[in-house]
């Protein structure tokens, strides 16, 4: 793996978590109460830009690594599915059980985008919210492993 894109998804990951930092005594808060409302909205819409923020950096691996991005509609779930298997030029970027996590945060982030706020349901995004640390501590755990057996596979070739 190159300098470059180590040096860009490390930028992705400080940017993730100042997201969670920013948002941290409102994660703290629904640990403890239903939020709100407006709450919900902001949750929303945070863990619709922490989805993205984790897809941004499988953006980069893919055009730098895999070569392309996926195309057509359903290049969100293709991006993702991608990450999880290996290929020809790289090991798998994510384990199943991350891969299986991150399939709850896509298919959150397409029912903000394609929903009202007043429509979100804390049932359906508590899990989501509050796990939301920890998922960021498994990306980059997996990350640094990926980059640790990319490093390698560059090295025998």
């Not at 499988?58 to 290929?87: C, S, T, V």
Request: overall charge negative; some cysteine.
């Amino acid at each position: 793996m190159s300098d470059k894109l180590i040096k860009r998804i490390a930028l992705k990951q400080e940017q993730l978590n100042r997201l969670i930092d920013t948002h941290r005594s409102l994660l703290a808060q629904c640990a403890l109460q239903r939020p709100n409302d407006i709450e919900l909205s902001a949750l929303g819409f945070f863990l619709h830009s922490f989805y993205s923020g984790l897809e941004n950096i499988f953006k980069r691996i893919a055009i730098e690594i895999d070569g392309a991005l996926p195309q057509g509609e359903a290049w969100h779930r293709q991006l993702l599915d991608g990450m999880a298997a290996a290929n020809e030029v790289r090991t798998a970027v994510i384990s199943a059980a991350l891969y299986d996590t991150l399939s709850e945060y896509l298919a959150f982030r397409h029912v903000v985008r394609q929903s009202y706020s007043f429509h979100l349901q804390w049932e359906k995004m508590a899990a989501l919210v509050l796990n939301c640390e920890a998922t960021m501590r498994s990306v980059e755990d997996e990350l640094r492993v990926f980059s640790k057996d990319s490093s390698e596979m560059l090295a025998k070739n």
